[in-house]
């Protein structure tokens, strides 16, 4: 079970962060993303940190967002910097452990997901 929260309503060039709680499972072993969906659109991939690795970036959001895993207290947090009216979406966290189901940057290769926090980034 995952449970995503503190997300809000700020304005451009502020900055809030994400969490994203596990429970259950030992996430230590499983790959952790953050995606993001606007309303009437795909979900799309934001960020992911494997096991015992580097957090990886979409473009879009690569030098102003910080991903990070707490292994010990079954937590990742999405630190969003420099926030943008596009950056306003609802972000999930996800988490996966069969890199057979897809690539990682895909909504299939996760077998768990969170609620959803809304963010929302105003001019």
């Known amino acids: 079970h995952l449970e995503a929260s503190g997300g809000g309503s700020v304005h451009t060039g502020e900055s809030l962060r994400l969490s994203c709680a596990a429970s259950g499972d030992p996430y230590s072993n499983y790959c952790m993303a953050w995606f993001r969906q606007r309303s009437g659109k795909e979900r799309e991939w934001v960020a992911l940190i494997v096991p015992i690795g580097a957090a990886i970036y979409a473009n879009s959001v690569k030098g102003r967002f910080t991903f990070s895993r707490d292994d010990d207290q079954n937590a990742v947090y999405l630190q969003m910097d420099t926030l943008k009216p596009e950056d306003s979406s609802m972000y999930y966290c996800?988490?996966?452990?069969?890199?057979?189901?897809?690539?990682?940057?895909?909504?299939?290769?996760?077998?768990?997901w969170g609620q959803g926090t809304q963010v929302i980034v105003s001019s």
């Open positions: 996800a988490a996966g452990y069969d890199s057979r189901r897809g690539p990682w940057t895909t909504t299939s290769a996760y077998n768990y």
